[in-house]
Antibody, heavy 119, light 107 residues
Framework: EVQLVESGGGLVQPGRSLKLSCLAS????????MNWIRQAPGKGLEWVAS????????YYADTVKGRFTISRENAKNTLYLQMTSLRSEDTALYYC????????????WGQGTSVTVSS | DVQMTQSPYNLAASPGESVSINCKAS??????LAWYQQKPGKANKLLIY???TLQSGIPSRFSGSRSGTDFTLTIRSLEPEDFGLYYC?????????FGSGTKLEIK
């Protein structure tokens, strides 16, 4: 069974940093591109960042470019999102999602980890 | 960036009815549109990708269609478990963008 489990969320002050993790199981992690998507409270889904299977291709939303870094450790089946210079508008539930093979649609999602940026 | 305009915002229907949710892209995305279902306490679920390809394990009462930059998700014979939030997403180019969502409620 494909499983994606996010962790690392919490309450953080504006301007501080936080690192999220997503542990994958039930599939060959190194074969798949991965994504981070977020959802602010009561709002819709917002794509944050994507990384290819070998980390060769990385993309960011303009809202996080220069502040967030997506990375992965295939040997540990883990996806990361390093978030710096956090702002109140980064408050959201952060999901990791697997990119389907042969498509950029997201065919498996975790349940999310909550990040609250507040003083 | 491709803007995705999703409608309606809210939709109320009864079990057994059929409903349609629409999504319009601000420019050509070819066929590359996905539909997702979101329910509280559950992982988001991919229903349709490439505009009309049914994801494995998704019931055939879900279908997707395309006319130019207009896309439609149709759910025939609604089941109680179909109620929830639905999002479209273009997967043709970065940045990936989502529609604003449609809440499907029980009438």
């Amino acid at each position: 069974e494909v499983q994606l489990v996010e962790s690392g969320g919490g309450l953080v002050q504006p301007g501080r940093s936080l690192k999220l993790s997503c542990l994958a199981s039930g599939f060959t992690f190194s074969n798949y591109g991965m994504n981070w998507i977020r959802q602010a409270p009561g709002k819709g889904l917002e794509w944050v960042a994507s990384i290819s299977s070998s980390s060769s291709y990385i993309y960011y939303a303009d809202t996080v470019k220069g502040r967030f870094t997506i990375s992965r450790e295939n040997a540990k089946n883990t996806l990361y999102l390093q978030m710096t210079s956090l702002r109140s508008e980064d408050t959201a539930l952060y999901y990791c999602a697997r990119r389907g093979l042969g498509t950029y649609a997201m065919d498996a999602w975790g349940q999310g980890t909550s990040v609250t940026v507040s003083s | 960036d491709v803007q995705m305009t999703q409608s309606p915002y809210n939709l109320a229907a009864s079990p057994g009815e059929s409903v349609s949710i629409n999504c319009k892209a601000s420019k050509s995305i070819s066929k590359y549109l996905a539909w997702y279902q979101q329910k509280p306490g559950k992982a988001n679920k991919l229903l349709i990708y490439d505009g009309s390809t049914l994801q494995s394990g998704i019931p055939s009462r879900f279908s997707g269609s395309r006319s130019g930059t207009d896309f439609t998700l149709t759910i025939r014979s609604l089941e109680p478990e179909d109620f929830g939030l639905y999002y479209c997403q273009q997967h043709n180019e970065y940045p990936l963008t989502f529609g604003s969502g449609t809440k499907l409620e029980i009438k």
